[in-house]
């Protein structure tokens, strides 16, 4: 899957690595953390080819598969992983998570800035302004990794952090041959588990993580 060579910054920030921020919201304003440019392209590229497959009715693809990460050399540190499926709930409808991204970006496959989504939830804890009510365990818990101190203006991250995502085709292998081709929902499992075996102390996966170590 080459995740590495591949892989994009996720946040925009300055050389000494301080993120940018953005106000949005009409009767509730507050600062947002900025996602980078290239991971933006990054997500409507991939985005782009579940929603042909889609409009096709091929349905060759099951959703994007997605990592936030650390690197060492050429080596992953995973802190996250996840999935969006091309497939909302009921009726066979394409998922609101993927669907018009290039227009309004609603919610930007998991990573919109919204509150119950990645960039929004993790701005109310590393970004001075929002409701307490809405900064959550888990979010805190990736604001620790990820930034030198929080909540403040421009949080400054502790090292770069890098984003990658693909379409995930039915046809697709995982990262055992032996499997054969699986399926989205299962390469997530997959990948969670092992990454929690090996990066048991990193990984932010709250689901899914091998409780036995």
Same mark, same amino acid.
């Given at each position: 899957?080459?995740?590495?060579?591949?892989?994009? +910054? =996720?946040?925009?920030?300055?050389? #000494?690595?301080?993120? &940018? %921020?953005? *106000?949005?919201?009409?009767? %509730?304003?507050?600062?947002?953390?900025?996602?980078?440019?290239?991971?933006? !392209?990054?997500?409507?590229?991939? %985005? #782009?080819?579940?929603?042909? #497959?889609?409009?096709?009715?091929?349905?060759?693809? @099951?959703?994007?598969?997605?990592?936030?990460?650390?690197?060492?050399? @050429?080596?992953?540190?995973? =802190?996250?992983?996840?999935?969006?499926?091309?497939?909302?709930? !009921?009726?066979?409808?394409?998922? *609101?998570?993927?669907?018009?991204?290039?227009?309004?970006?609603?919610?930007?496959?998991?990573?919109? @800035?919204?509150?119950?989504?990645?960039?929004? #939830?993790?701005?109310?804890?590393?970004? +001075? !302004?929002? @409701?307490?009510?809405?900064? *959550?365990?888990?979010?805190?818990?990736?604001?620790?990794?990820?930034?030198? &101190?929080?909540?403040? %203006?421009? +949080?400054?991250?502790?090292?770069?952090?890098?984003?990658?995502?693909?379409?995930?085709?039915?046809?697709?292998?995982?990262?055992? $041959? $032996?499997?054969? +081709?699986?399926?989205?929902?299962f390469l997530e499992y997959l990948l969670i588990g092992v990454a929690s075996s090996v990066f048991h102390e990193l990984l932010l996966n709250m689901e899914g993580q091998n409780r036995s170590i």
């Amino acid at each position: 899957m080459q995740i590495c060579k591949n892989s994009v +910054p =996720l946040f925009k920030h300055s050389e #000494d690595l301080n993120v &940018e %921020t953005k *106000t949005i919201g009409k009767t %509730t304003i507050r600062q947002i953390l900025c996602r980078s440019d290239e991971m933006n !392209g990054m997500i409507l590229r991939e %985005t #782009d080819i579940l929603t042909e #497959d889609w409009n096709c009715q091929a349905d060759d693809f @099951d959703g994007l598969i997605y990592m936030m990460f650390l690197k060492e050399e @050429d080596k992953v540190l995973p =802190l996250y992983i996840g999935k969006a499926e091309t497939i909302g709930k !009921g009726n066979r409808n394409l998922s *609101t998570n993927i669907v018009n991204l290039h227009s309004k970006q609603s919610n930007f496959a998991r990573w919109e @800035d919204n509150y119950a989504y990645h960039i929004g #939830d993790l701005s109310s804890v590393a970004v +001075p !302004g929002h @409701d307490f009510i809405k900064s *959550t365990i888990k979010y805190r818990k990736w604001a620790e990794t990820l930034f030198v &101190e929080f909540p403040v %203006t421009k +949080p400054k991250l502790k090292h770069e952090v890098y984003f990658w995502t693909t379409a995930w085709s039915k046809t697709n292998i995982g990262i055992w $041959e $032996e499997f054969g +081709p699986i399926q989205l929902t299962f390469l997530e499992y997959l990948l969670i588990g092992v990454a929690s075996s090996v990066f048991h102390e990193l990984l932010l996966n709250m689901e899914g993580q091998n409780r036995s170590i």
